[in-house]
């Protein structure tokens, strides 16, 4: 039982309009990249990956390991995640990714 956590949920704006535009191995790309570096980042925050399908991508702080900054950690790593994606290109038009936190 972890009776303090926190709980991030993101996903790719226009997600469904961009991979209608390029071929599966673009979005396999897409998502790897993405998800290697916000796998990164849940180390350096110690937020614990919880599942990604898709598009969407959760992570819980607090759990499995208890700590009382749980909120803290997870504000953190979204900025980061927001932060870390500033440079990958949408591959179906050129421009930024942009991702809901």
Known sequence: VFPD?????????GFTRICSHITPMQVVSMLNTMYTLFDTL????RVFKVE???DAYMVVAGAPEKTKYHAHNIC?????????IDHLKDPSNGNNIQIRV
């Open 52 to 54: 990604t399908i898709g």
């Open 42 to 45: 849940s180390e350096k925050h």
């Open 76 to 84: 953190d790593m979204a900025l980061d995640m927001v932060r870390s």
């Open 5 to 13: 956590v926190t709980i991030l949920f993101s996903d790719v704006v």
